[in-house]
């Protein structure tokens, strides 16, 4: 981004029964806060009150409300430096019958021999819409599923856009159509893969809205037992960041998010980071998924502690991350 260039984009969010004007503002890379306090709950507050409003209908993919969704994501990018990785922002999915799209934009790295190497940081922006009523209410807002992990990518891509500080290219793709059968991250991982990308890692988020409980660790991997990822994870992050959750295997959870394309079209570690543990949310594709039971401080926490992980891979001399299997 061009120092003190201030991009301010004005969204209407729907919050605490007002409209509120969200102002996003651009900033020096040099004064940027430490990625252990770089963002905090009332800015993921104010980001989540608008992705999983009442007004984006539940962002089911191809409709309206999605639309809106992808607008605000579209800008986001640009307002903090990220480049469209194709001709747009927008990769329009070629599985899926009504229009939809991936969003994907791009931090190419700062090293000459490193930036050739890829590391694809994602999340689903879309929930299932409108479902039978509920006490009056009608619509899945998906706050946890998956305005958690979009909120949690954009404000590492914003993190990433604004400092540069990557020497593997960061490619950051928020997808459409996951609850129709992962179509989004299928339609990508295909076309990176005809276009030999060179794909070290995938890092997915999802259902990251609310904290683990009983727990020595803050977040678990699907696929854990599949690479050393939560041991190079636990090293940047100096502590026991990354868990085992038996529930994740027992369920076969790699195979249910937008990791697993990835794992399938280019056999690399791609796993999924995630903080629902099916005990501590009963709201699953229901119209209770609110943003009134989120965590935002949490939330926060996730992406300050995830930033110095996703440096240190970016940045280390080699390819640490390694199939075990």
Do not use: W
């Not at 104010?46 to 009442?54: H, Q, T």
């Not at 502590?239 to 249910?256: C, H, I, S």
């Not at 949310?281 to 110095?308: C, Q, R």
Request: charged share 20%; glycine share 8%; with cysteine.
């Amino acid at each position: 981004m061009r120092v003190l260039l201030y991009v301010v984009v004005s969204l209407f969010v729907m919050g605490c029964g007002s409209t509120k004007i969200v102002q996003t503002t651009d900033v020096n890379p040099q004064t940027t806060k430490s990625s252990e306090t770089f963002t905090d709950a009332e800015r993921i507050g104010e980001m989540m009150n608008y992705l999983a409003s009442d007004d984006l209908k539940g962002r089911e993919a191809g409709g309206e409300g999605i639309e809106i969704a992808a607008r605000y994501i579209e800008n986001y990018f640009k307002s903090y430096g990220l480049k469209p990785y194709f001709e747009t922002y927008r990769d329009t999915l070629s599985n899926f019958k009504k229009p939809a799209y991936n969003i994907v934009g791009v931090v190419e790295g700062n090293d000459p021999d490193l930036k050739d190497e890829f590391i694809l940081i994602g999340a689903h922006y879309d929930h299932i819409g409108t479902i039978k009523p509920e006490n009056g209410d009608y619509i899945a807002n998906g706050a946890n599923d998956n305005a958690s992990g979009t909120t949690s990518v954009l404000e590492m891509a914003r993190y990433f856009g604004t400092n540069k500080t990557n020497k593997r290219t960061l490619i950051f793709a928020l997808f459409s159509a996951e609850e129709k059968g992962l179509l989004g991250s299928k339609h990508l991982a295909q076309k990176l893969k005809e276009q030999d990308l060179n794909l070290y890692t995938m890092l997915n988020f999802e259902m990251t809205g609310v904290p683990l409980q009983g727990k020595d660790y803050f977040v678990y991997i699907t696929g854990y037992d599949m690479s050393n990822l939560a041991e190079v994870s636990n090293k940047y992050a100096k502590e026991n960041l990354v868990g085992f959750l038996p529930t994740a295997k027992e369920f076969n959870l790699y195979q249910r998010s937008d990791n697993y394309p990835f794992h399938e079209e280019f056999g690399v570690p791609s796993h999924t980071f995630c903080t629902f543990d099916f005990t501590n949310f009963n709201h699953y594709h229901k119209v209770g998924d609110e943003n009134s039971l989120m965590d935002f401080g949490h939330m926060a926490t996730l992406v300050n502690k995830a930033i110095p992980v996703i440096k240190g891979i970016a940045n280390a001399p080699s390819q640490e991350i390694r199939l075990t299997k």
